[in-house]
């Protein structure tokens, strides 16, 4: 198949999907005539039907269709065909013509979505009348879908229309409900927008521990908050110490030989004479007199 012909047909089959809701695989009803003429130009009736309708198919045929394959002789090969084909019920007690079943079959909708692959002339005027019907037959072993009909066009054309009003209708509905409501919109208030948070300094933490204050022994206490027990174990520290300092004090006065050291105050010990030493200078001093 050419390719501005293929592109052709895929728009005719997303026409009919878009706006009457055919779907795959399509359903194909096939008549007597069209079994006989792919046999006799040797045609894969299916693999040809899947090419021309852009999609996967299903072909079916129906009991009147096969009776007057059954009636022909020398119709083998196409009853052969047509046994292959899903069986479509027509409901029909007697056998009929083939025209008469697939037009009873389609009714006056074609609700069924039916695809009506047939080689009667009369068939074909008989479905353009009828909306939402895409038609093929065989034309010197090419197989041809036809255009949609005036009638097709006309019923998508209806079916817009339709559906633009009403979503008109419903778009007033609501804008004159909105109108005729009293109560005014509440509006959103917007305060004063603050400074970026990125570039605003961070607050000093206020320091957690309280305020530390110096005890009399050179100990860091917490003011206001101090235990019992830590201020008598302060005050006998502090005792301690002064009856140590006296008791220094008495030892250096009762002893002559200590001298309190003035750099560092602490005692320190005087230095003794020696006696040899005193008495030579003695006897030295009476010699010379």
């Given at each position: ?21 055919f779907?795959?695989p ?7 005539e ?10 894969e009736l ?10 996967e ?62 080689q009667?002339?009369?068939l074909?005027?008989k479905?353009r ?26 019923a998508?054309?209806?079916m ?7 979503t008109?209708?419903?778009e007033?509905?609501l ?9 005014p919109?509440?509006?959103?208030k ?18 957690p ?10 100990k860091?206490?917490s ?25 220094g ?26 006696k040899?030493?005193?008495n ?7 010699h010379?007199?």
């Amino acid at each position: 198949m050419r390719q501005k012909r293929a592109k052709t047909y895929r728009k005719l089959m997303s026409l009919y999907s878009m706006s009457f809701g055919f779907r795959q695989p399509y359903q194909v009803l096939v008549d007597s005539e069209v079994c006989k003429a792919s046999v006799d130009h040797k045609i894969e009736l299916v693999k040809q039907l899947g090419t021309v309708l852009q999609g996967e198919v299903k072909p079916m045929i129906t009991q009147c269709c096969i009776h007057e394959l059954y009636l022909q002789r020398g119709q083998q090969p196409a009853v052969d065909l047509a046994k292959t084909f899903e069986r479509r019920k027509c409901n029909h007690r007697e056998p009929i013509p083939g025209d008469e079943c697939l037009a009873s079959v389609v009714g006056d909708s074609n609700k069924h979505r039916y695809v009506i692959a047939t080689q009667s002339t009369p068939l074909r005027i008989k479905l353009r009348l009828i909306p939402a019907v895409p038609i093929v037959h065989i034309n010197r072993s090419v197989m041809i879908l036809e255009p949609p009909s005036d009638t097709t066009i006309r019923a998508k054309a209806l079916m817009e229309q339709k559906a633009l009003n009403s979503t008109t209708s419903t778009e007033t509905a609501l804008l004159a409900s909105l109108s005729t409501s009293t109560e005014p919109v509440p509006k959103k208030k917007r305060g004063p927008k603050g400074p970026n948070p990125l570039s605003v300094k961070k607050k000093k933490k206020p320091n957690p521990l309280p305020q530390l204050t110096k005890s009399l022994d050179g100990k860091d206490v917490s003011s206001g908050k101090q235990q019992k027990g830590e201020v008598k174990k302060s005050d006998d520290t502090h005792k301690r110490k002064r009856r140590e300092d006296n008791e220094g004090d008495e030892a250096t006065a009762g002893s002559p030989n200590i001298v309190m050291n003035d750099s560092t105050g602490s005692p320190r010990k005087r230095k003794r004479r020696r006696k040899g030493a005193s008495n030579t200078s003695d006897s030295n001093v009476i010699h010379e007199s």
